[in-house]
């Protein structure tokens, strides 16, 4: 929670503005203070009830890309992300 506090602080972020990402109960704390709370497949029930997005994919084979690109989508930055000069 401390490591989430001083990020928002350095980036002058608010939390219902923040995705976040989390499978275990560490996590719940964070999860229950973001805007978009989000877990892979394989997360512990505590924190599948508790997201608002649960990836079809388990943590570490991809969760993180698919909330990016579902995101993005809903953004309408998907269509131009292969445009972009890497």
């Not at 989430?4 to 923040?18: G, M, Q, V």
């Not at 995705?19 to 560490?26: H, Q, S």
């Not at 394989?42 to 890309?65: P, Q």
Request: charged share 25%; aromatic share 8%.
């Amino acid at each position: 929670m401390e490591a989430f506090e001083e990020a928002l602080h350095a980036w002058e972020l608010k939390p219902e503005d923040i995705a976040y990402m989390g499978d275990d109960y560490p996590d719940l704390p964070v999860l229950a203070k973001v805007g978009l709370p989000c877990c892979p497949a394989d997360a512990c029930a505590e924190v599948r009830e508790l997201a608002h997005f649960i990836s079809t994919v388990n943590g570490g084979m991809g969760c993180a890309r698919d909330l990016i690109e579902k995101i993005m989508k809903v953004q309408g930055t998907w269509d131009n992300a292969d445009s972009h000069q890497w």
